[in-house]
């Protein structure tokens, strides 16, 4: 089992409300990477970092922020959610030697 | 898609038949990977191949990559009910972005 752990698993929340997604790692790796899928389809890279203090956007256009103040912890925010937002979000972790990691996602609802 | 496609984008195949599925990709890479996901769930890893390697074997699966073309190829043998899930590509190139394809789903019925 990877240790890579993703809060909340389940999200219903409103519009309009800031939320933040959990991403912890224990492997000490310095590359994170978060995705975003719809149900059964491709992951959109949205963010990613390369070690702490370093934080890039992805290709997919994205209105949420990250941070990465400690090697273990690389949390994504949405200031204020919307229906569109609504998706499955992963965070993943990756060795030196390219190998990732995922959390198990969290399914986020906004009504 | 920000990697590439994969194909078929599903595929449905009785027990004990082998099921391949293809990956083309867009830019250089470093090495190619395989995951595997089960519906709803996070992603695992399966197998990597580097950009010097033509083919790798791992159990049940076989992996091969041809750069000239951008493609991969990921073969799994005797295939078990287990096996079904969605099956992703996903390439580590330059400026340590790590893009995933499209996915097939592969189904086994038993």
């Known amino acids: 089992e990877a240790d890579i752990y993703q809060t909340p698993r389940y999200l219903v929340i409103g519009t309009g409300k800031k939320i933040t997604l959990e991403c912890s790692q224990t492997m000490g790796h310095d590359k994170m990477y978060w995705y975003q899928q719809d149900p059964g389809m491709e992951l959109h890279l949205i963010h990613y970092?390369?070690?702490?203090?370093?934080?890039e956007k992805g290709d997919l256009s994205s209105e949420s922020t990250v941070s990465r103040i400690r090697t273990e912890h690389f949390p994504l925010t949405l200031e204020s959610a919307r229906p569109s937002h609504t998706s499955q979000y992963l965070c993943a972790s990756v060795t030196g030697n390219t190998e990732a990691f995922f959390g198990q996602g969290t399914r986020l609802t906004v009504v | 898609s920000q990697q590439g496609e994969e194909d078929p984008q599903a595929l449905s195949i009785q027990e004990g038949e082998n099921a391949t599925m293809n990956c083309s990709y867009k830019t250089s890479i470093n090495n190619l990977q395989w995951y595997r996901q089960n519906s709803g769930r996070g992603l695992v890893h399966l197998i990597l191949?580097?950009?010097?390697?033509r083919e790798k074997h791992s159990g049940r699966l076989r992996v091969t990559l041809d750069t000239s073309k951008k493609s991969s190829s990921l073969l799994i043998t005797a295939s078990r009910a287990a096996d079904t899930a969605s099956y992703f590509c996903a390439t580590y190139g330059n400026f340590n972005k790590f893009y995933f394809g499209s996915g097939t789903k592969l189904n086994v019925k038993p």
């Open positions: 970092s390369y070690g702490v203090n370093s934080t």
């Open positions: 191949i580097r950009s010097n390697e």
